[in-house]
């Protein structure tokens, strides 16, 4: 597409649907959103430069293949379910570690991790089909 509208206004909203995601993804603990929802959203301001610009572009700006990115996000997701099998609980317990008074969760490890595997594999099947059209 040529719209000169849609083209600056996406570079903005993309922004901005980068930084919500971000919200949601660590507002996911103690109300609605995570890693599911967050992922949704970031992978929809690349799905709208996509559709602004083209596919090869919003690959360039995305600067990783989607499928790695994917990939890493699946990993980092079992590693936070392995903390707790080396802890002796049951696979994806939730583990604490208070650093400074801070609580650090391995269930903030998982939502990251699925954070990525659903931005990766949204994207992933989004720039095919553009690419396919």
Known sequence: ?????????????AGLLLIFSVYMLLRGHNLPG????GGLIGATGFILHAIAADAASARRALRAPPQSI???????ALAA??????AGDAFLTGQWLYLAGLPLSSVLVFDIGVYLVVFGAVL???FALEEAV
Do not use: W
């Open 70 to 76: 994917a990939v890493v996000g699946l990993g980092i």
């Open 81 to 86: 379910g392995a903390l707790s099998a080396f």
């Open 34 to 37: 995570g890693g599911f929802i």
């Open 124 to 126: 992933t099947l989004v």
């Open 1 to 13: 597409m040529n719209s000169v509208i849609l083209m600056a206004g996406s570079r903005v909203l």
